[in-house]
């Protein structure tokens, strides 16, 4: 069964750090560029993060920039995010999927999209006093 797998979200203070993890089973992740995408409740799912199937390019959505950063380790089939510094605004579920290896997309007006025509559970990432 071709699925990826979110897991590391949790409740934590403002200023304080998360490393999710997104782990493929039924695939091998090396062959695809991923994604981080979160969803709050009432917003639209928007694109987080991008990472090249190689690993040598990346993408941040704005308000993410200098905080978080996307890593992977195709050898152990795992893509991370190490979100540093949250804000209560960054509260949301975060879910990872395949996307266009192409920058270009990760940058444009349509921004980053999921290759598969599902996503996984997500992990719930709660930032509170």
């Known amino acids: 069964q071709v699925q990826l797998v979110e897991s590391g979200g949790g409740l934590v203070q403002p200023g304080g750090s998360l490393r999710l993890s997104c782990a493929a089973s039924g695939f091998n992740l090396g062959y695809y560029a991923i994604g981080w995408f979160r969803q709050a409740p009432g917003n639209e799912r928007e694109g987080v993060s991008c990472?090249?199937?190689?690993?040598?390019?990346?993408w941040y959505t704005d308000s993410v920039k200098a905080r978080f950063t996307i890593s992977r380790d195709n050898a152990e089939n795992v893509v991370y995010l190490q979100m540093n510094s949250l804000k209560p605004e960054d509260a949301a579920l975060y879910y990872c999927?395949?996307?266009?290896?192409?920058?270009?997309?990760?940058?444009?007006?349509?921004?980053?999209?999921?290759?598969?025509?599902?996503w996984g559970q997500g992990t719930q990432v709660i930032v509170s006093s």
């Open positions: 999927a395949p996307v266009p290896d192409r920058p270009s997309n990760w940058n444009s007006e349509r921004g980053p999209y999921n290759l598969f025509h599902s």
């Open positions: 990472i090249s199937a190689n690993g040598d390019s990346t």
